[in-house]
């Protein structure tokens, strides 16, 4: 008697009970449903909800190995104990110590996120008498990846229980939620813990932990040998204070070698996930192609206020704005959140003229929020929850215009 | 038979659950989302409605038969007007910190809705005791959820009731804060006001469902 078959014994035993959902929920998790429908026509297609969310799950998963081993790789880089990596395969980064450091930090994030989401996905479950929804499955993977890598377990824990119930299930659970979950709990996180989630302690494993030891030293008086102080600062955070891109190279933005987010900072897998969601027709080309496009038609206007002398360097807001446009898809979580969050299929605008015109004030908006608001260093997720609201006003205007199109023709013919 | 009638308790009894302003009314949100932030504003702010409604509506109750309908509104705003002058200037005087938190929100319970509304749907057609019934009742309705609001909030947000610190000195990491526990600034925020609002809400309407509109 094989996993399968006892599964099916459970899942029959409690049918009609009030655990039933929680039952099924793991049997359809690993094995197709052995229900099938009886009469009518129906159309048959493979992909149901479940195999969806587990092929963006998969274009998630080289973000999440590069994010461990880069955690690694940033901690004993921080540290001095490490040459930084030479491009994309540098020897110094894909090392077994990298690896190690990245997992005891990382996977923990992994295993709350799921956790806790799908417990309180459970719980609703049960206490709504419908089947386990799947809409947990992507978010529980896209929230460890958009939060710093030393963020506490138990924020996560409130943040998570907080965005799945205040941001989905009051809405009547997955496909009806208005915000992407994912980002709500960010928000939830940015907002309530701001900081666990911004400045330049954070971004580093164990950049927190060295600040509490020089004080500890200080205040005991002993010597500071070896305790220098870690400044893991994003280029984000350096730009927004006029200190220019550190020593990061255009290539380290590129491949990802920065601080950051975890699984946020390389343009390159993310590029490469993005094309995989395209090609299997998952994530809407159309919210990725004009999301960059809106924030490279902002990059450029802030480009030429800088080049017309409107804006001199001793303004706060040159260091963003002089930033080279194309520079801005590179750096933050911009590529991240534009090819795995604004695509959300629930919380984007439904028609392909609505996704042109959502997709591009996401990416506009996003650098708007950058540059102008150096307290809120990331704009995509504010960016992004602003549009997922404005997503159904978008789509409504959208058909009552073809709808005015299409009368306007008909009286054509018919006078 | 106890001091009230069963009609006159029911005056008081229903808003505080039932028909209460802020839940089921939906009136009067705005001071609920800005002055929450703290316990002790949210006491002193619910004590102002108090006096202000109580008393305004024996007032408006007592010159019902002789204020003309035409002009009713600008008679109600000068008698709200007078009482919440009255407020702010012992505020002023007696607890001038205190009246700096609340700042503008102390003039603002003249636009309170719930104050308006009570005028117009109950002391107009209602005798005075009746009408200061109702305007208590009312204002403990809605004290109830500012206090409720304010005391997850501050707790939440600031780790202190009534400026007391409960659980433990976030700077000296002491009580809660040695284990790792940080307040929470999004309760600080209006927003979470909102939410601390909707959940009360969404409890009330599950324990109630007659309660719950299509």
């Known amino acids: 008697m094989g996993l399968k078959s006892?599964?099916?014994?459970?899942?029959e035993k409690y049918k009609g009970t009030k655990m039933a959902p929680a039952f099924n929920a793991i049997h359809t998790f690993l094995y197709l449903p052995n229900e099938t429908t009886h009469n009518g026509t129906h159309i048959k297609a493979a992909d149901d909800l479940k195999r969806t969310m587990n092929i963006v799950i998969m274009a998630l998963v080289p973000c999440l190995i590069f994010g461990i081993f880069n955690a690694g790789y940033q901690h004993y880089l921080a540290l001095g104990e490490i040459e930084a990596a030479n491009g994309f395969l540098g020897s110094s980064f894909w090392t077994m110590d990298n690896l190690i450091v990245g997992l005891w930090q990382v996977l923990p994030l992994v295993v709350v996120s799921y956790g806790v989401g799908l417990a309180v996905e459970f719980v609703f479950a049960v206490i709504k008498g419908h089947e386990v929804e799947e809409g947990y499955l992507v978010t529980g993977m896209l929230v460890p990846l958009i939060v710093p890598v030393d963020t506490p377990l138990w924020m996560l824990a409130v943040a998570v229980v907080f965005g799945v119930v205040i941001g989905k299930e009051v809405f009547g659970g997955t496909g009806m939620n208005i915000l992407n979950p994912a980002l709500t709990i960010r928000a939830f996180l940015f907002f309530a813990y701001p900081t666990w989630m911004s400045g330049d302690k954070v971004w580093v494993h164990g950049a927190k932990a060295r600040d509490e030891a020089i004080a500890v030293a200080k205040e005991a008086g002993s010597s500071l040998e070896g305790l220098d102080a870690i400044s893991g600062e994003?280029?984000?955070?350096?730009?927004?204070?006029?200190?220019?891109?550190?020593?990061?190279?255009v290539m380290d933005m590129f491949y990802g070698i920065i601080p950051g987010s975890v699984g946020e900072t390389s343009t390159l897998l993310i590029l490469l996930a993005g094309l995989f969601l395209i090609f299997t027709k998952i994530g809407s080309w159309r919210i990725m192609l004009s999301s960059a496009i809106g924030a490279l038609v902002m990059g450029l206007i802030f480009n030429g206020v800088i080049s017309s002398g409107l804006i001199?360097?001793?303004?706060?807001?040159?260091?963003?704005?002089?930033t080279e446009f194309w520079h801005h898809l590179l750096i933050g979580g911009f590529a991240f959140g534009t090819v795995f969050m604004a695509t959300d299929p629930v919380t984007a605008s439904q028609t392909n003229k609505g996704k042109w015109i959502y997709g591009f004030l996401v990416g506009f908006i996003s650098i708007m929020i950058r540059v102008f608001n150096p307290a809120y260093p990331e704009g995509v997720m504010l960016a992004i929850l602003l549009m997922n609201v404005f997503a159904p006003t978008i789509d409504?205007?959208?058909?009552?215009?073809?709808v005015k199109r299409r009368l306007k023709r008909l009286k054509v013919k018919t006078a | 038979m106890g001091l009230l009638s069963k009609k006159d308790a029911a005056l008081i009894k229903d808003p505080l659950a039932d028909n209460n302003p802020i839940t089921i009314q939906v009136l009067g949100i705005c001071s609920a989302l800005a002055i929450t932030a703290e316990l002790e504003a949210s006491i002193v702010m619910s004590i102002s409605v108090l006096f202000v409604l109580g008393v305004g509506n024996v007032v408006i109750s007592l010159m019902r038969n002789i204020i003309p309908s035409k002009i009713r509104i600008i008679v109600q705003l000068i008698v709200v007007a007078t009482l919440v002058i009255i407020v702010d200037l012992v505020l002023k005087a007696f607890a001038y910190e205190l009246s700096k938190t609340l700042s503008v929100f102390v003039g603002l319970i003249i636009t309170n809705c719930i104050i308006m509304g009570r005028f117009e749907a109950f002391a107009l057609g209602n005798g005075p005791w009746k009408s200061f019934l109702d305007g208590i009742g009312n204002s403990l309705g809605?004290?109830?959820?500012?206090?409720?609001?304010?005391?997850?909030?501050?707790l939440l947000g600031s780790g202190t009731l009534l400026g007391i610190?409960?659980?433990?000195?976030?700077?000296?990491?002491?009580?809660?804060?040695?284990?790792?526990?940080?307040?929470?600034?999004?309760m600080l925020l209006s927003p979470m006001a909102l939410i601390v609002v909707g959940i009360i809400i969404w409890i009330q309407r599950t324990r109630n469902k007659d309660l719950v509109e299509d």
């Open chain 1, 6 to 11: 006892n599964l099916h014994n459970l899942k």
């Open chain 1, 234 to 249: 994003t280029i984000l955070g350096s730009l927004a204070q006029n200190k220019g891109l550190l020593d990061h190279s």
């Open chain 1, 312 to 322: 001199t360097e001793s303004s706060k807001f040159y260091g963003l704005m002089s």
């Open chain 1, 396 to 402: 409504h205007y959208v058909v009552q215009g073809n």
């Open chain 2, 142 to 154: 809605y004290a109830v959820i500012l206090i409720i609001v304010g005391f997850f909030r501050e």
């Open chain 2, 165 to 186: 610190p409960v659980l433990g000195d976030p700077i000296e990491k002491t009580g809660l804060y040695a284990l790792g526990y940080e307040n929470n600034g999004f």
